[in-house]
């Protein structure tokens, strides 16, 4: 069951409503003492293609109660702020300018949305902090301050600005992060196509990205889409051909059921000029084929990166503390179980971690989970879902995005022990907090 805490009715007694995240429950204490994570925002370029678009008012209204709260102390976006991948594949990402210009015009676009967080950040009484995702990893650090001026930035040491994972004043035990580095097709990928974008650290999640928005800009049905063409695995004992199969399965899966398009597959249509990219691409550069010499899978674009040791070795460079399998991680970037199961994997039973509590973005699947780690103590992961637009492509489709997503996590000790943590899962529908989960964890 979930639990609604509504408004209290306006009255000559009680001429303003209490601020729905000051609402004292029997269990948590009403200092300023509240963590609140967000993410996946989708905050677009061009609101006639944006992902988020429907929900820019509830979240400017969410805002505006983040910053008048007296208990919270902290606001964690946990990436994808921005979006600088959900781009229709025959758009200019810049134009004729430069990353800078294009938050700029984000900003514009959204203005509401940054004036309540600049707001923020100049009260001084709210932290505001923001972890890099996949979408907007290409972000470099000062170009993000041009959006939010003061903004805290949780980067990874070592230049690996598009990752990063946060540990809240005073809470080494928690960890948010927005959990792409573990995902195949977009954790960074050095050195993948140097002939093409030398220095690039752009991964293939990119380029789906880009197919996916022309998905809904230009619209087809599934029977009318174009078909992918047949691939055959013809070295079934050759490790990275059956990676390469696998890899293609998922592609094949994807456009056929979920991102189908009616572009033809040759015809060079994904224009880059995007992170060290210049050039404009195929489809047909993206997905693997048989090679016409020896029937072996190739593709043009990633084609070095299906080998246990080639992953191995992208995943250091993503700071990962565990090394996955290859196969199970290409899978899991579109079964996304094994996103959140990294929660557990690297920090839970990592013996070299301490943490008990983890929060991840990016599957845009909100949810808690309770696991115990490898002391045996009671642990909670967290995701804390998107608020992106529910998307059609039917234009005339009506849908009560009043009721999708727009989901949130509160982080607040309880009042007996402010070391006992109370995680719960919230949605913001129609503009109220509708509790979805909660659990409570004693570090």
Not at 225 to 238: I, Q
């Amino acid at each position: 069951m979930t639990l609604t805490f509504t408004l209290m009715s306006c009255s000559s007694d009680d001429p303003v409503s209490p601020n729905p995240f000051d609402t004292v429950s029997e269990n948590t204490g009403s200092g300023k003492d509240k963590i609140v994570v967000i993410s996946d925002l989708h905050l677009g370029n061009d609101l006639s293609y944006s992902e988020n678009v429907k929900h820019l008012k509830r979240l400017e209204q969410f805002l505006n109660e983040v910053r008048s709260s007296s208990t919270i102390k902290e606001l964690v976006i946990a990436g994808d702020m921005f979006d600088e991948w959900y781009i229709p594949t025959r758009a200019e990402t810049y134009g004729n300018g430069s990353q800078a210009d294009f938050v700029r015009k984000t900003v514009a676009s959204n203005q509401g949305i940054f004036d309540v967080l600049n707001g923020i950040i100049k009260d001084g009484k709210v932290k505001l902090t923001y972890i890099p995702g996949n979408h907007d990893m290409g972000f470099t650090p000062e170009n993000i301050q041009i959006a939010l001026p003061g903004v805290n930035q949780a980067r990874d040491a070592g230049n690996k600005y598009a990752v990063g994972t946060y540990n809240p004043d005073s809470y080494s035990q928690i960890s948010i992060e927005h959990g792409h580095r573990y995902d195949f097709f977009c954790a960074m990928t050095p050195n993948a196509n140097e002939s093409e974008a030398p220095g690039s650290f752009m991964p293939p999640g990119y380029f789906f990205a880009r197919i996916a928005a022309n998905s809904f800009t230009d619209p087809t049905t599934p029977e009318a889409a174009t078909k992918v063409p047949d691939v055959t695995l013809n070295d079934p004992k050759n490790a990275e051909q059956k990676s390469k199969y696998i890899y293609y399965n998922l592609w094949k899966t994807v456009m056929e059921k979920v991102i189908y398009v009616k572009d033809n597959y040759g015809d060079p249509i994904i224009k880059t000029n995007v992170g060290k990219y210049t050039k404009t691409y195929s489809i047909n550069d993206i997905i693997p084929k048989n090679s016409a010499t020896d029937g072996s899978i190739q593709m043009n674009l990633y084609n070095g990166l299906f080998t246990q040791a080639n992953w191995d070795a992208r995943e250091k460079y993503n700071n990962v503390a565990v090394m996955t399998p290859i196969d199970t991680a290409i899978v899991g970037s579109l079964k996304t179980k094994f996103i959140d199961e990294q929660s557990n994997v690297q920090f839970f039973q990592n013996s070299q971690s301490d943490v008990r509590i983890v929060v991840f973005g990016h599957t845009h699947e909100p949810m808690i989970k309770t696991y115990t780690n490898h002391k045996g103590k009671a642990c909670i992961y967290a995701n804390s879902g998107t608020w992106e637009d529910m998307k059609t492509r039917d234009k005339n489709a009506v849908i009560e995005q009043d009721t999708m997503k727009m989901h949130f996590i509160t982080i607040t000790p309880t009042k007996s022990n402010k070391n006992n943590l109370q995680v719960a899962l919230y949605q913001y529908r129609y503009g109220k907090h509708v509790l979805v989960d909660h659990k409570e964890v004693n570090l």
